[in-house]
C-alpha cells in the first residue's frame, strides 16, 4: 500500500532516510478549532531506529514537522510523548515546556 502524502490535507509524514533506507518517520496532524478557528499542530508519532539514535536523527525530524506547521500558519503544537525514559529524556532536551508527563507543548516565535 502506498499513501500520496500529498492527498492528505490534515496530516504528513516525515521521513528520514540515510543511504536510501528509512531510519526514521514523523507523523504530524494540523487540528483547527471551531470555537476560534486557530490551526493547532501535533506531533503524533516520531521514531528512529534504535541503531541510529543519538544522532541528531530525531531532531532534524521535529525540525521539519515545526518548519511545516510555521509555513501553514501554526504558532503553536502539542507532542505526545512516549513514556520510556529514553523517549522522555529527548523530549525534555528540545525545548518542550512540560504541563503532564504525556503531553508537551511547544510556542513557535
Known sequence: MKI???ELDN???II???RGDIVGRCD???QFSLYDFEKTGYVDWLYVLKEKREKGIGK???EGAEKYFKEIGVDRYYLFTAENEQAQS???KQDFRFTKREVAEKKLT
Open 28 to 30: 504530524i496532524s494540523i
Open 16 to 18: 528520514a532516510e540515510h
Open 4 to 6: 500520496n502524502i500529498n
Open 90 to 92: 529527548f523530549y525534555h
Open 60 to 62: 532534524k525530524l521535529l
Open 11 to 13: 496530516s504528513k509524514i
